[in-house]
């Protein structure tokens, strides 16, 4: 049987209340059904939460750098080639990501289920527009 400290079980509330939709059921059911069971579990959960926040991190990090992109330029919309190379610059908070990586998280930022970009698709990845929607505000 796994234990799961009270404070452990209110992050996870707290994470799924701020930002429904971030915590993948399929994610976390390794976490309570490998071993190793007990106390350690407790661990496995608060790593599984640290890795959440992290990747709201960088999405959220993603969106505010359109933001200032669009807001600096005056632009309309930033080309994914662009994006790429102000956020190599951004100082993000996680390792460089590769081009291909990028441009997933930043489709998912602009799909109908997130809506914190918008995009106006390309020729290719490289010609994809993106621009801001929404922010995603982070208070951990």
């Not at 059911?29 to 106390?39: D, R, S, T, V, Y």
């Not at 930043?106 to 390309?122: A, D, Q, V």
Request: hydrophobic letters at 35%.
């Amino acid at each position: 049987m796994n234990v799961i400290r009270p404070e452990t079980l209110q992050r996870l509330v707290e994470l799924k209340a701020k930002h429904p939709g971030s915590i993948n059921l399929l994610d976390l059911k390794p976490c309570l059904e490998q071993k190793p069971f007990g106390a350690e579990a407790d661990i496995k959960i608060n790593r599984y939460i640290d890795g959440v926040w992290e990747n709201l991190k960088l999405r959220s990090h993603l969106v505010q750098l359109v933001k200032d992109y669009l807001e600096k330029t005056q632009s309309q919309n930033v080309r994914f080639s662009e994006l790429y190379g102000v956020y190599a610059y951004s100082n993000p908070p996680q390792p460089l990501l590769s081009r291909k990586q990028l441009h997933e998280v930043t489709i998912e930022l602009s799909s109908p289920l997130t809506g914190y970009l918008g995009r106006e698709k390309g020729n290719d990845a490289e010609g994809d527009r993106f621009y801001f929607l929404r922010d995603l505000l982070l208070d951990d």
